[in-house]
């Protein structure tokens, strides 16, 4: 990192502590994550785009590494089918994964945000004449 920042290996520690300090970055795991208020992940803000930032932020906030927005996969569109809004997935969020594991992928996510918890009704109480 220092020859890629051209930062001497003595100061390097310095100036990430500074950073680190001031909220700029944050350490998570073997890992270092750069908020994205201070750094955007995307130029467009599409609903794709907007969902993953909502799961990224949240990862961050439960301090677990967020995972990679795989373009390979349909997991974020899957995800967009059941959670148009950002504020409805971060809703969904809170309910259902207060706890993340360390590295959670987007298959999580998408395994645990749709699935569906049966609904309990409540018995029909009816009476029969004869």
Do not use: W
Not at 2 to 14: A, D, F
Not at 45 to 71: A, E, H, R, W
Not at 92 to 108: A, D, G, I, V, W
Not at 114 to 126: D, L, S
């Amino acid at each position: 990192m220092s020859e890629i920042l051209h930062i001497g290996k003595n100061s390097l520690p310095k100036y990430l502590d500074e950073l680190e300090s001031k909220g700029f970055i944050k350490y998570i795991a073997d890992t270092l994550h750069v908020p994205q208020k201070f750094f955007k992940l995307f130029l467009i803000d599409d609903t794709y785009n907007l969902l993953y930032k909502t799961i990224y932020d949240y990862c961050l906030m439960q301090d677990v590494v967020p995972p990679f927005k795989d373009i390979d996969t349909n997991d974020i569109g899957l995800i967009a089918a059941e959670f148009p809004e950002p504020d409805l997935l971060l809703s969904t969020l809170r309910e259902r994964c207060p706890q993340l594991p360390q590295k959670p992928s987007m298959n999580y996510f998408t395994k645990v945000l749709r699935n569906k918890r049966a609904v309990t009704q409540e018995p029909i109480k009816y009476e029969i004449f004869l």
